[in-house]
């Protein structure tokens, strides 16, 4: 089985506990709010959150919005997903459902996310990613309303110093995410912050590998610096 779906099936408890230490410093939520031009809050609009996991989206604005849907197709992860909705008495739905084939109406959703997930689909599926995940945008504008908002959030390397996209396929996806459907990228650091130099390490291999633990050592970092790319597109 795949890495990253292995993960997302049997370890999404392990997951969710290695996240819960990102974005120390709070810069995803805010350039989110920037990409709704909303300044403190999305209350009263309808978000839709695609690939949503273990719930870091939802967890993020919870109870802000008028209506919160979470998507995944991985069981495990909506089971993580209950447990986090459950410890803060959110209240967002949750639905299994593949990120290509969305059941959902036409024009239900004022914001569109789709966050660390749709990359994987330019891996999965290396003969015809453009065609895979092209229908996943296509989705996700189907089903944003005209003054909608769309917005895919990809990494832009963990363990880097400087932001950049860490394998080519990746880098090709985002050059076709910029070219091809006009998404806009804006940059922010959402480095990892743990207690001590093992921590960071015990929480973090099992889904990054033995040499971004080394590269921890090496560099003595508690804190794991990482990049991430927002990428919007309005409808």
């Given at each position: 089985m795949d890495h990253f779906k292995n993960i997302y099936t049997h370890h999404a408890d392990k997951y969710h506990v290695a996240i819960a230490a990102e974005d120390v410093d709070g810069h995803l939520k805010a350039a989110?709010?920037?990409?709704?031009?909303v300044a403190a809050s999305p209350r009263g609009k309808r978000i839709l959150d695609l690939g949503t996991g273990s719930g870091r989206l939802p967890l993020l604005f919870a109870n802000e919005s008028a209506r919160m849907i979470g998507l995944d197709l991985h069981w495990g992860m909506l089971k993580q997903n209950q447990i986090e909705r459950k410890n803060i008495n959110g209240n967002w739905e949750l639905v299994n459902g593949d990120?290509?084939?969305?059941?959902?109406?036409?024009?239900?959703?004022?914001?569109v996310t789709a966050g660390w997930?749709?990359?994987?689909?330019?891996?999965?599926?290396e003969e015809n990613w453009q065609i895979e995940i092209g229908k996943v945008i296509n989705e996700m504008i189907?089903?944003?309303?005209?003054?909608?908002?769309?917005i895919i959030i990809e990494t832009l390397g963990t363990g880097s110093l400087t932001p950049a996209p860490p394998a080519p396929h990746l880098a090709d996806y985002y050059a076709w995410l910029e070219g091809e459907w006009g998404f806009?990228?804006?940059?922010?650091?959402?480095?990892y912050q743990f207690a001590s130099?093992?921590?960071?390490?015990?929480?973090t291999e099992f889904f990054f590998g033995a040499e971004m633990s080394e590269k921890i050592r090496q560099n003595n970092w508690s804190r794991l610096p990482e990049w991430?790319?927002?990428?919007?597109?309005?409808?």
């Open positions: 989110l709010r920037r990409c709704l031009g990120m290509r084939c969305l059941p959902f109406p036409s024009a239900s959703a004022e914001v997930a749709i990359g994987h689909l330019r891996k999965w599926y189907r089903v944003a309303t005209g003054d909608g908002v769309v806009e990228r804006k940059t922010i650091s959402t480095d130099v093992d921590e960071a390490i015990e929480k991430t790319g927002v990428w919007v597109k309005k409808t």
